[in-house]
């Protein structure tokens, strides 16, 4: 449920043609969301399992294998974004979000020029080009708002990656402000069950409460991220889905990660979960920071090293949709 009110509210995180046209014009209608997003991995299994894509690709045959990609995913991303600008025209979020190409992490230069060439390709203002939070990534979210292309920091892990994420966006924002007086604006996707499945099977052999990491994590940078307010800048919870063995509602990531001037992105079953809630909208943020260090400190205590464990999860994280984004790409060549 969009929540008007505190400013809460829920993205779809799935892209698929015929989707499109359906299921996510009723989700807008009903006012059960108001954005959306869209990464490799989605991208892959949409395009390579849905029969909605074989008539384009049928005239695309002279084409590279990312020249096929993108020319399926603009029309896509075009799609929802006109499905989605009855909300942007209402300044209720209403963005869809696309990914640059994952092999460009490391290079600033080439996600700036690639990130433009699909916001002009797509052509709707409403449209957030999705760039992971590395040393590259933070000076292309930089560049790329200055020139008024509204950006989603992927990937982001840790309260060090958020803090050097807001930075950069401040700045591009800043810089467009000198010259433009148009709409801007960035969120920040902190990544939360991840935490979960990589940390729980230890947290259990050593007796520690389990499914908490990420949520507190979350926690933790939202706090941060308050405290240094920006009007055009939101958190956005992300990898909010249960997966298949963890014994958790399917909306746990939602209700325990629901926050004023907050954004949750999670797949289509756990936001009709969280719809059902009869607690839904319930605040469950801020948590007192106290709480939070108490709880790493713990962690530390049991041999945990957080640090580690956030520099895996980014790896692992970039490797997934690399992996994926190269299968997708196979699969049209």
């Known amino acids: 449920m969009v929540d008007d009110r505190s400013g809460f509210s829920l993205w779809v995180d799935f892209i698929e043609r015929e989707f499109i046209h359906t299921i ?86 080439k996600t700036i020029k690639e990130g433009k060439r699909l916001f002009q390709a797509i052509n709707e203002p409403n449209v957030m080009i999705k760039v992971p939070a590395t040393k590259a990534g933070y000076e292309a979210m930089t560049e790329l708002m200055s020139q008024g292309i509204s950006v989603n920091a992927t990937l982001v892990f840790s309260l ?31 990544f939360v069950s991840r935490f979960d499945r990589k940390l729980d099977p230890i947290l259990k052999e050593k007796g520690l409460i389990t499914s908490k990491t990420g949520i507190l994590n979350a926690a933790n940078i939202y706090n941060y991220i308050s405290e240094h307010a920006h009007p055009a800048i939101k958190p956005l919870f992300a990898s909010t889905g249960v997966k298949e063995g963890q014994d958790l509602p399917k909306d746990y990531y939602i209700t325990s990660l629901c926050a004023k001037k907050s954004i949750n992105t999670a797949p289509l079953e756990t936001i009709m979960a969280y ?59």
């Open 24 to 109: 996510l014009k009723e989700l807008v209608a009903q006012n059960i969301i108001d954005g959306a997003t869209s990464n490799p991995s989605i991208f892959a299994n949409a395009i390579t399992t849905s029969q909605a894509y074989k008539e384009q690709l049928s005239k695309l045959k002279d084409l590279s294998a990312k020249e096929k990609y993108e020319a399926l995913a603009i029309k896509d991303i075009k799609d929802a974004a006109k499905v989605l600008r009855v909300c942007y025209d209402k300044a209720l979020e209403g963005y869809v979000s696309i990914e640059v190409d994952p092999f460009l992490c490391d290079d600033t230069q």
């Open 275 to 333: 719809e059902e809630n009869p607690n839904k909208a319930k605040l469950a943020l801020p948590i007192e920071q106290s709480k939070i260090d108490e709880y790493f400190a713990l962690l530390k205590e049991n041999g945990i090293d957080m640090e580690q464990v956030y520099d895996e999860l980014m790896s692992e994280g970039l490797q997934a949709f690399k992996d994926a984004f190269s299968k997708l790409l196979k699969s049209l060549e």
């Open 160 to 190: 060090e990656q958020a803090k050097k994420t807001l930075e950069a966006m401040v700045k591009g924002i800043n810089r467009f402000g000198e010259f433009d007086e148009g709409r801007v604006e960035g969120v920040i996707s902190i």
